[in-house]
């Protein structure tokens, strides 16, 4: 039976672990160190006092950076477990570090892996597969957004090394990474597909100033890790070039695929938790003589995200069954179908559930605000909505062709007289 929708035990007994271990351990870090950038902070001695036993633990049970293949020290069982364990993850902000999985470095290990020459790997991979260090993908402009047709950033060969110059924007834990890869344009005189490069920047390399660490919308200005970067003169050696000079533009799409779905398997994660408060609440909150659980406005509140919630999860999981396959093909369209509904689906449970709780809903006393300011990043990071919808239209558009005619294949007039054709025999008979 090939369309199973079961886990195979010996994996469900790691789920359970896994959520067990989450619920009891990783969960309470969330409340405790509620700074977003904590859990990618490795220089932090308490930090690390705390999460060292726990990260040991995990190893132990065999989910270590399960994103990758065991040449790479993970336990290569693909992305529909991947998946499964995403679920659970993404209940705490905490959790994808104490797994070894966090963006952006699971996306950055596995470029490194992919287009790494050895020494690279053995300086910047090994390291960061180990969590000993946190990296940075420094790719967004100020003024041209994550298109790289707009890049300005760019880097000029010098003898035996590149000197980069430019700015970056939103270049997340910057200030907290051993290394940024940046993506810059070493080519201006060809097509960007050609002309744009990545490179291995170590933090501490003389003119790669930050200008500011912005934060997200509910977090104080002056707060947040996401910086702005001016790289000054930055030189660094021919062998920090990550791949060939002009596969930038190869080297981000193998990595930005990885991050969408993985973003969007911890959402489910999300949005069940959010499904859950509201059922919870509709259960025990009465108004008007009941429970808000029996007024079928409310109802549909929770029948419509139960829907949302169980379509969203099978598109993951579908999406994930096809990178697994090596279908790159179908992997592009579904992945890009994800994308698009992560945030959709974010924002109608979360809203639904924030609203069922009324003036407790809108308050810093619950989680949902904090939920609800997801919404926003799902939608715009790895890419806005917009462009991942054109991506599915363009796929699904292949699939077809144009019809030769004067009126559509489906005009009736034509059908009806085929079809009475075929039938006439019959039609006379009756
Ligand atoms: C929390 C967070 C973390 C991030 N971390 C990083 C990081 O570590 N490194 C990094 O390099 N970047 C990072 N980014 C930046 C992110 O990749 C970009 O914000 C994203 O790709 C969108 O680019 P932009 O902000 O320039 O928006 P724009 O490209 O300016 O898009 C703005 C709006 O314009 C419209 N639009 C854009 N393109 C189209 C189109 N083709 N068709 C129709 N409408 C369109 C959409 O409405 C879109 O929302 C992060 C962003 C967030 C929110």
């Known amino acids: 039976m090939a369309w199973d929708f079961q886990t195979e035990p010996e994996f469900q007994a790691k789920l359970d672990w896994a959520d067990e271990f989450v619920r009891r351990e990783v969960e309470p870090l969330d409340l405790a160190f509620p700074d977003t950038a904590a859990p990618y902070d490795r220089r932090n001695p308490v930090y690390k006092k705390i999460t060292d036993p726990l990260k040991a633990e995990v190893r132990k049970n065999g989910l270590w950076a399960c994103h990758l293949g065991p040449e790479l020290g993970g336990p290569g069982y693909g992305q529909v477990k991947l998946a499964l364990l995403n679920e659970i993850l993404g209940r705490s902000m905490w959790a994808p570090n104490i797994f070894g999985c966090q963006a952006p470095d699971s996306g950055n290990a596995e470029i490194l892996a992919h287009y790494g020459t050895e020494e690279q790997k053995r300086k910047y991979l090994k390291p960061l597969l180990d969590g000993d260090i946190v990296s940075c993908f420094s790719m967004t402009e100020p003024q041209g957004g994550a298109d790289p047709r707009e890049f300005r950033c760019r880097a000029v060969r010098d003898g035996d090394s590149w000197v980069i110059d430019g700015e970056k924007y939103f270049s997340s834990h910057a200030d ?26 170590p933090r501490d390399t003389p003119g790669l100033n930050i200008v500011r660490l912005a934060g997200l919308g509910h977090e104080p200005l002056g707060h947040g890790h996401h910086a702005y970067i001016r790289y000054e003169h930055v030189r660094v050696p021919r062998e920090n070039l990550l791949g060939g000079e002009g596969q930038g533009f190869l080297i981000a799409q193998t990595r930005l695929g990885g991050g969408r779905i993985h973003h969007a398997m911890r959402t489910v994660a999300t949005v069940r938790k959010a499904l859950r408060m509201m059922c919870e609440r509709a259960l025990s909150r009465r108004t008007q003589g009941g429970p808000l659980a029996e007024k079928q406005l409310v109802q549909q509140a929770i029948a419509d995200s139960f829907v949302q919630l169980e379509q969203f999860r099978l598109l993951v999981l579908y999406a994930a069954w096809h990178i697994d396959r090596g279908d790159r093909n179908a992997a592009r369209t579904y992945i890009a179908a994800v994308k698009v509904q992560t945030a959709e689906v974010l924002h109608d449970v979360v809203r639904r559930a924030l609203h069922v709780h009324g003036a407790l809903g809108c308050s810093n006393e619950m989680p949902l605000v904090n939920m609800w300011m997801t919404v926003p990043v799902m939608g715009i990071a790895d890419g806005p909505t917009e462009v991942h919808k054109v991506t599915v239209a363009k796929q699904v558009l292949k699939e077809y062709r144009p019809y030769d005619g004067l009126w559509p294949r489906d005009f009736l007039p034509e059908r009806t007289a085929e079809a009475k054709a075929k039938f006439a025999a019959y039609l006379d008979d009756l």
């Open 176 to 201: 907290l990474a051993e290394f940024l890869i940046a993506m810059v344009i070493t080519n201006p005189d060809v097509p960007v597909h050609q002309g744009a490069s990545m490179f291995l920047v």
